[in-house]
């Protein structure tokens, strides 16, 4: 029989670990910069509150996305996501993308 090199996916090289460090990394800098947003805001616009309540919204979503993104690195890295935590996991992930796409919708 012959030995099939089963690459699926579009970067089939690459370690999962780093797309799971670009992706908190992509969750920490719109952090910092809805963060300068906030403060920028607040000091041009003192009485605006409708533009600090969508502010502060969008802070949570990403803070909430960036610990789902943690979660899911640990559970990841100590292998329990397909022994233990699998629909966990799985429905996390599921969450995460959900916040993700109506962030930027």
Not at 8 to 22: L, N, T
Not at 39 to 44: G, P, Q, R, S, Y
Not at 73 to 95: H, M, Q, T, Y
Request: glycine fraction near 4%.
């Amino acid at each position: 029989m012959k030995n099939e090199n089963n690459n699926q996916g579009c970067c089939p090289s690459v370690h999962a670990k780093i797309f799971e460090i670009i992706l908190i990394i992509g969750f920490i800098l719109p952090i910092i910069l809805l963060i300068i947003n906030l403060v920028i805001t607040l000091w041009c616009f003192k009485c605006s509150y409708s533009l600090f309540i969508i502010e502060i919204g969008l802070l949570v979503l990403n803070f909430i996305c960036f610990i789902i993104s943690i979660i899911l690195r640990c559970w990841r890295s100590d292998g329990s996501v397909l022994k233990e935590n699998f629909s966990s996991s799985n429905s996390a992930a599921i969450f995460n993308i959900v916040l993700v796409s109506h962030i930027f919708h």
